[in-house]
């Protein structure tokens, strides 16, 4: 793990892994650098074989964090974190700030996806308006015990391998090795299937949250995985 050594990691979707985080029994300890091999959804019986991507889940480092600013923007536009934001997020809690990063002969590394976990005590946010009023960075607190999952995002041209599946799983682990309660996010619509498949489970609709913003976050939901 601090070795930085790679796991390779055969394909896209593990099933028996994934029904046993559903079923809350703890997943398998993996390296906070993890490889994976993703090969995308087949999408019909004829379907060419997609290309196989390498892509190292990594924890960020400072140098990291323009181009890290850049895959925000374009995951969420008006809504993408600062560099300034970022750099505040990898200072609070250096470890759970996650990068995809894709691996190509002959070319130089590129980060394809990020995830950012907080700390929060589990008294806060007493309203989750809070969310939108102060931010991610803000809400941080070294003594919480909870894992705040934000900023999930991968690359448009790069969704539908496994990519976001695996920045949660890693995020999750991060817990884990923290021995954290339990892991929080605030999902949408589109991506409450990748944390439903992750493991966490809905506790309630958020529908006063990003009423101006409902094209990047639809039907927002709070959702929770224990880790005790
Ligand atoms: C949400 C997001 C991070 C998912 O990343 P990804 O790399 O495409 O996700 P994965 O390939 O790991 O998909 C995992 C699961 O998510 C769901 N999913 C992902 N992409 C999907 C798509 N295009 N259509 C339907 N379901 C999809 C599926 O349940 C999928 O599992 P399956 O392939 O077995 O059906 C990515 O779509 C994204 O950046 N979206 C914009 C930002 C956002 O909404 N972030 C979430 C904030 S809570």
């Known amino acids: 793990m601090k070795d930085g050594q790679g796991t390779a990691t055969g394909g896209r979707r593990t099933p028996g892994r994934s029904s046993a985080m559903m079923g809350g029994s703890p997943a398998p300890a993996t390296s906070a650098r993890t490889y994976m091999q993703s090969t995308g959804r087949a999408s019909g019986a004829v379907a060419a074989r997609p290309a196989v991507l390498r892509v190292l889940i990594r924890p960020a480092r400072p140098d990291d964090l323009e181009e890290a600013t850049l895959v925000e923007r374009q995951v ?69 015990d909870v894992l705040y999952l934000v900023s999930l995002g991968v690359e448009p041209g790069l969704r539908g391998r496994g990519i976001g599946l695996r920045l949660v799983q890693e995020a999750i682990e991060v817990g884990r090795r923290r021995h954290l309660k339990q892991v929080r996010l605030i999902s949408n619509g589109r991506s409450r299937p990748l944390h439903e498949r992750a493991g966490f489970q809905v506790v309630r609709p958020l529908a006063r949250l990003f009423r101006q913003h409902r094209d990047l976050m639809p039907q927002p939901v709070l959702m929770e995985l224990p880790l005790v």
């Open 76 to 144: 969420w536009g008006r809504l993408g974190a600062s560099l300034n934001e970022l750099q505040r997020r990898l200072f609070a809690l250096p470890e759970a700030f996650l990068l995809a990063e894709l691996q190509r002969p002959a070319h130089s590394p590129r980060i394809v996806g990020l995830t950012n976990g907080l700390l929060w005590t589990r008294d806060f946010p007493r309203s989750y308006l809070d969310y939108e009023r102060i931010l991610p960075s803000a809400s941080h607190n070294p003594r919480g």
